[in-house]
């Protein structure tokens, strides 16, 4: 083998080690997805907003690969039947398209829901009758499934 082949397949194979690991940074364990609420209770008519945050909390960037469109999915659950309020049918519907997530070392990916206490709201605003509800998001990412914690909110 000539020295030249060798210049070259070397680069090669430690290209493609680097990238084995599906396009995350070194272990998944920097990211993080959290949950908050403006207001936990809220009057009919009313509107807050219901944020996810997917955070990268490593030091290196990291890149993640999804297999279509949907990557943090926010849902909206009744308490009792755990049912799915939001999104309407239960499900989001994803493109079939190749997507990716980059956050460089402490960026974020913010995703947001306004909440309206209502029977009927335009666009952005989800629409909820009076009750209790749940609400939490999924990083939709199929090696690196990670959900948020789950908030309680209520609308009078």
């Not at 989800?126 to 909110?153: C, N, V």
Request: hydrophobic share 45%.
């Amino acid at each position: 083998m000539k020295p030249t082949s060798l210049l070259i397949i070397v680069p090669a194979a430690l290209l493609l080690l680097a990238c084995g690991h599906d396009g995350v940074g070194p272990g998944d364990e920097g990211l993080q997805l959290d949950a908050s609420i403006g207001r936990s209770t809220i009057a009919f008519g009313d509107t807050t907003s219901i944020v996810f945050r997917l955070r990268n909390l490593s030091n290196d960037t990291i890149t993640l690969s999804f297999p279509d469109s949907c990557q943090v999915l926010p849902y909206i659950t009744t308490p009792r039947a755990d049912e799915v309020v939001y999104p309407n049918g239960g499900a989001w519907g994803c493109f079939t398209v190749v997507t990716s997530l980059v956050l460089a070392p402490g960026a974020e990916r913010v995703t947001a829901v306004l909440v309206r206490g209502a029977a009927q709201a335009s666009y952005p605003a989800i629409a909820l009758l009076p009750g209790e509800y749940r609400a939490y998001a999924r990083l939709d990412h199929p090696r690196f499934p990670i959900r948020s914690k789950t908030i309680a909110f209520h609308i009078d």
